[in-house]
């Protein structure tokens, strides 16, 4: 009898372990994403692995992307906007802190705006900020930003992950050892592995379901396979492997999550570098490129043909794919036109994503099958960023743009595909300046065509969003709005 009660007792024991230790499990998240990020500052880095991790879960901006895309208060409560649409005044949160205790007010809201926007700033996308002119505090809690003329598109540029809001005290750590004011803290950094991030008990406002959150970096898309099929990687929103999803929809165990994103990804040309400097070249260039083949080769399937740079989701984009229609025929005639020397080599220079590497054979294929003496170079995503983005080193690279509604990146010339057209920059100028819905529309078409005609890059597709998941998780985002793995609704099915 003794006996029996002891055994009894044991085994009551190990149920209840078994119990403690799956509430914890489900207390954590281990997200898997393919690239590791060069640094944890979105103010100083053009990275999207930075806010995939950070965005919405350690920092935070006045306002912030919704998960359909749509634009809401975040750090700040509310706001009012002059009629002269000159002036907005911002409304904040009471009792914000940051993650070292010290509290967020309209000072660092200031300092973060002025550092974002000033001659030093190394802000990756600091047209956001071009058109303030003052901002001024009114008091802890209320902050006041007048620009120089109007612009429809500031309260979502307010929304960027590029737009946080940081603090003096510590914006020199966030590379490494990041504060925000997220309902996440930074726990540690594994270089070549993980990042982890802990809940943050003193949050200001709705706590998060989750005590941690590990995202995890699998490169490889054959080891990222086997870490889902294992139980390693709890989610893994950006599947590199869209082959095995099929796979993974047979399972019970999981859910493939496919949506969209903003990530138009283009064959992206450097215009001012020959051969592509000539108009006739990159027309022959968009030519050469068969999308679908490239959509089926290296996405299985998953993508949008696009004709611009606008996401086919919105309901501004046009269908100019007709433009660029494959025609090897045409391409060919235009590049003997031109001059073209097939002894010319020219550089194709691609990241590591999977719709990179892949399409990149692909298209190496169709563009040598059209006369183009192309040598491709695999590169690390530091190097792309050194070589390719910063240093304009390069023919042809392929890259998605994750960035929302970010055609105004033609309007930069010196940006890294170098396209520079005073009437296009005309456009985004009246676009900015547009508030009417339907004048906004206007200027939006006008630049989808102006860089169709002028075929600034090729433009390949919208990348679709293929994750897949445990199937008693909740709350990831279906579509990507913008470069994130917002976790703050994420939580485990009882």
């Known amino acids: 009898m003794i006996k029996l009660l002891t055994k009894s007792i044991a085994v009551f024991v190990v149920v209840i372990l078994s119990i403690a230790k799956t509430t914890a499990a489900e207390k ?38 919704e998960s359909d895309g749509s634009v809401a208060p975040s750090l700040a409560k509310s706001w009012t906007i002059s009629s002269d649409n000159l002036t907005y005044v911002f409304n904040l949160n009471e009792n914000i802190t940051f993650h070292d205790g010290l509290p967020m007010t309209a000072d660092d809201v200031k300092f973060s705006l002025d ?54 005290k510590s914006i020199s750590k966030a590379e490494i050892a990041p504060i925000g004011t997220g309902p996440f803290k930074f726990s540690k950094w594994v270089k070549g592995d993980r990042v982890e991030l802990v809940k943050n008990e003193s949050y ?26 294992a139980g390693d990687i709890d989610a893994f929103p950006v599947f590199p ?18 949506g969209s994103t903003e990530g138009e990804t283009i064959l992206s040309t450097n215009n001012k570098k020959p051969p592509f400097d000539k108009l006739q070249m990159r027309k022959a260039l968009a030519h050469a490129i068969n999308r679908q083949e490239i959509i089926d080769g290296a996405m299985f399937g998953f993508g949008t043909p696009i004709g611009t740079h606008f996401a086919p989701h919105n309901p501004n984009y046009l269908d100019l794919t007709s433009q660029s229609e494959y025609n090897p025929k045409l391409s060919k005639k235009l590049i003997k036109e031109s001059g073209y020397n097939p002894d010319t080599i020219i550089s194709l220079k691609l990241p590591p994503p999977s719709y990179a590497r892949r399409g990149g054979e692909i298209i190496a294929s169709q563009l040598r099958n059209v006369g183009l003496n192309v040598e491709i170079s695999n590169l690390e995503w530091a190097q792309w960023l050194e ?36 009437d296009f920059r005309d456009i985004i100028t009246k676009l900015n300046l547009a508030t009417d819905p339907k004048i906004r ?8 065509r102006q860089i169709s005609l002028d075929y600034v890059n090729g433009f ?35």
């Open 441 to 448: 529309t206007k200027y939006l078409h006008a630049a989808q």
């Open 204 to 229: 200001w406002g709705k706590q998060v379901s989750l005590d941690k959150a590990v995202f995890k970096f699998i490169s490889d898309p054959t080891a990222a396979f086997a870490a889902v099929m």
């Open 115 to 168: 550092r974002a926007r000033s001659e030093e700033s190394t802000n990756a996308q600091k047209i956001l900020f071009k058109d303030i002119d003052n901002i001024a505090v009114i008091d802890d809690l209320t902050i006041q930003v007048k620009l120089t003329r109007p612009n429809g598109s500031f309260i979502s540029n307010m929304a960027w992950g590029d737009a946080i809001i940081v603090s003096e």
């Open 460 to 494: 390949l597709f919208q990348l679709a969003k293929t994750g897949v998941a445990n199937a008693k998780i909740r709350g990831l985002w279906k579509n990507s709005p913008t470069q994130a793995n917002d976790l703050t609704d994420v939580s485990w099915a009882e």
């Open 28 to 65: 954590s998240i281990t997200i898997g994403m393919q690239l590791e990020p060069p640094n944890l500052n979105p103010t100083g880095g053009a990275a999207a692995a930075i806010d995939e991790i950070v965005y919405a879960n350690l920092f935070e901006g006045l306002t912030r992307f």
């Open 387 to 422: 070589q390719v983005f910063k240093g304009k080193d390069y023919n042809l690279t392929i890259v998605s743009h994750t960035e929302p509604a970010d055609i105004n990146i033609y309007a930069r010339p010196d940006y890294y595909f170098q396209y520079d057209r005073e």
């Open 241 to 258: 492997a869209p082959e095995n999803l099929s796979q993974f929809e047979a399972d019970p165990r999981f859910t493939v999550i496919v």
